[in-house]
């Protein structure tokens, strides 16, 4: 064998070493970055959701059809406020309950005696963010005073809540990880991955001055009603296409974290969330007299 064959082998090799070892790192880092997504208070939560939860609700969180409600995306859990599930979870309950639209007729456990205010506190964090779910990291301290209150939850507070859950307290940076996927599922393909939309076909909503200067009312309801009249966006009119309403899928709380996401992503912006005042739209939606020809009215929180 030549040198110079042997030189030309050697370098293959060393470049196909290379490729193999780049993207090995580049698989190991995506796996990390996956795994560090979960927050720590989350993923504790899971041994103990597979051990005292999943033999009822299931790995998948959607339960058993007519006898065990759902958890991944289950209205229950927003239109209820923490210190509610805390007291069902603590202290159990008989009776009915509606979840989904569903109607179930059944009892649950007291977990007061198997669970510390620690695992309580992550599993219910886990039921919480687990699946496509969003809500708020609960500590052991919070559990604790519940437990010590040492009030079961009343059928009148199962069937009709007074609070829904708090926007206040989902941390942010999970609020924003949420937007990213709604906005992904829901809104890239017209308005693309990094929100610059496409020139007089799909207005931007990065550093759109739309974003900045409409009351966010108006975009709440340019969101949730869909848009088809002319508008102006960054000097561009834009008039050809329609924006559809938002799918009954996108729960209030979804709507939420993409509003967020796309005000502190995209047009950054001063802002407050009403989640009382989205549930208020997006009830005209559902209500509206168009909605219903096309749709039933889903479950929502
Ligand atoms: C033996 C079966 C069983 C086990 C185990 C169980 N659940 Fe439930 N769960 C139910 C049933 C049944 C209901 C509905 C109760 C009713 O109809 O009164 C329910 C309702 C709920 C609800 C309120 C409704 C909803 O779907 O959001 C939550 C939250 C919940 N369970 C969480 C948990 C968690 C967390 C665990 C584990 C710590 C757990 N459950 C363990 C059967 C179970
Ligand atoms: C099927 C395509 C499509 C989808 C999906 C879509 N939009 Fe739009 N969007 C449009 C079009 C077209 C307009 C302009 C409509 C007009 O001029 O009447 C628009 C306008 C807007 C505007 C106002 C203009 C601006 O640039 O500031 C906002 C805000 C907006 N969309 C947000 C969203 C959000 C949030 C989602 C996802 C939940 C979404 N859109 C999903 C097509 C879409």
């Not at 470049?15 to 698989?27: H, K, P, T, Y």
């Not at 979960?38 to 041994?47: C, K, L, N, S």
């Not at 309580?120 to 005073?145: C, E, H, K, R």
């Not at 069937?159 to 906005?183: A, S």
Request: aromatic letters at 10%.
């Amino acid at each position: 064998m030549s040198m110079e064959l042997w030189g030309r082998k050697y370098v293959v090799l060393v470049v196909v070493v290379l490729l193999l070892v780049g993207f090995g790192i580049l698989a190991i880092s995506e796996f990390f970055q996956h795994k560090s997504a979960i927050p720590a208070a989350v993923q504790a939560g899971e041994p103990l959701y597979t051990t005292y939860c999943a033999s009822c609700h299931k790995s998948h969180g959607r339960g058993i059809p007519g006898e065990v409600p759902p958890l991944a995306n289950a209205d229950y859990l927003r239109t209820h406020p923490v210190e509610h599930l805390i007291r069902l979870l603590l202290f159990g309950y008989k009776g009915r309950m509606v979840v989904n639209n569903e109607e179930y007729q059944s009892f649950h456990q007291p977990f007061a005696q198997f669970l510390t205010d620690q695992q309580l506190a992550q599993v219910m964090s886990y039921v919480y963010n687990a699946w496509t779910n969003l809500g708020p990291i609960i500590s052991a301290d919070t559990v604790a005073f519940y437990r010590q209150q040492g009030q079961p939850v009343t059928t009148a507070e199962v069937l009709e809540p007074q609070k829904g859950l708090d926007i206040e307290q989902i941390p942010r940076d999970l609020l924003l990880k949420h937007g990213q996927k709604v906005y992904r599922w829901y809104c890239r393909n017209c308005h693309g991955l990094d929100g610059k939309g496409r020139p007089s076909v799909y207005p931007p909503l990065k550093n759109s001055d739309y974003l900045a200067q409409q009351p966010i009312d108006t975009i709440i309801h340019n969101v949730v009603f869909g848009l088809q009249r002319p508008i102006k966006v960054n000097g561009v009119v834009y008039q050809g296409r329609r924006m559809p309403p938002l799918s009954p899928k996108v729960s209030d709380l979804d709507l939420a974290a993409v509003l967020a996401y796309i005000f502190v992503e995209m047009t950054p912006r001063n802002f407050t969330l009403d989640l009382r005042k989205i549930r208020w739209i997006r009830k005209q939606q559902f209500e509206s007299p168009g909605y219903r020809k096309v749709t039933k009215r889903p479950s929502n929180g």
